[in-house]
């Protein structure tokens, strides 16, 4: 994949930039894919059953709100996705078991960890337009991550 820095001198306002400064909790730094979205507050129930399907190398991006209270994703979760063909995942809050989750072979970008479990009643929505940090993540559109930040397409 190349750089994001690269990417973005190549195609400039063709992409969006995240501003908001999103961890490197997976083995693989630079992942890119088609994006898939959930939107959910503290409930991973969604989560899991999008990463227990395949993935075809695309990445879920899941827009927590931001919530520090609890993890949307373990490392459960994590090796479903990477067992389906997932390329990686974007969460707009918390992971947790990051240090299993760091050494496996998936793209995972969040804000931090806890180790608080979230709910699981399924409450959310999928494959709908998230706006995280001003930028817009259209289901079906290109998103690029690596060490520098998240490029996502227009």
């Not at 998230?130 to 289901?139: E, H, L």
Request: aromatic residues 4%.
């Amino acid at each position: 994949m190349t750089a994001t820095a690269d990417l973005y001198d190549e195609r400039g306002e063709e992409l969006q930039s995240v501003g908001l400064q999103f961890q490197d909790l997976g083995a693989n730094t630079r992942f890119s894919g088609r994006i898939r979205t959930v939107r959910c507050l503290e409930d991973n129930a969604l989560v899991k059953s999008i990463l227990a399907t395949p993935g075809e190398g695309a990445v879920l991006v899941v827009d927590g709100a931001g919530s520090h209270r609890s993890a949307l994703m373990g490392d459960m979760i994590a090796k479903s996705a990477v067992e389906n063909g997932w390329s990686g995942v974007v969460i707009n809050g918390l992971i947790r078991d990051r240090a299993e989750i760091s050494k496996l072979p998936l793209g995972v970008k969040a804000l931090g960890s806890n180790p608080r479990k979230s709910e699981k009643t399924g409450a959310g929505e999928v494959d709908v337009e998230v706006t995280i940090d001003g930028v817009v993540f259209r289901p079906g559109a290109m998103v690029f991550a690596d060490e520098d930040g998240i490029l996502v397409e227009r």
